[in-house]
Nanobody, 121 residues
Framework: QVQLVESGGGLVQAGGSLRLSCAAA????????AGWFRQAPGKEREFVAA????????SYADSVKGRFTISRDNAENTVYLQMNSLKPEDTAVYYC??????????????WGQGTEVTVSS
């Protein structure tokens, strides 16, 4: 079983930056695709970004393209989400997730507990 733990959330001003980290435990993680989802207050959880096991291919939601960057360091079993030019609408709890392939990220096999990001105007 893969255990995921997010960190790096906090309070930032609009236009600022934040880097989220997802530390993983479990030998299966490095061979899995990884991704980030978010859930804003009163809204459903939505897809943000994903990366293949190799880190060579990525996918982003239209709302974050050009502002967010997902990456991974398999040697350290860690996935990152660099968030720049943050907007108040980015406020949400961000969750790290893992799936066998990037195509199956629609229904991840593993989830972290989440880290809260609040962007003030």
């Amino acid at each position: 079983q893969v255990q995921l733990v997010e960190s790096g959330g906090g309070l930032v001003q609009a236009g600022g930056s934040l880097r989220l980290s997802c530390a993983a435990a479990g030998r299966t993680f490095s061979s899995y695709a990884a991704g980030w989802f978010r859930q804003a207050p009163g809204k459903e959880r939505e897809f943000v970004a994903a990366v293949t096991w190799s880190g060579l291919s990525t996918s982003y939601a239209d709302s974050v393209k050009g502002r967010f960057t997902i990456s991974r360091d398999n040697a350290e079993n860690t996935v990152y989400l660099q968030m720049n030019s943050l907007k108040p609408e980015d406020t949400a709890v961000y969750y790290c997730a893992s799936a066998p392939t990037i195509a199956r990220m629609r229904s991840p096999a593993y989830w972290g507990q989440g880290t809260e990001v609040t962007v003030s105007s």
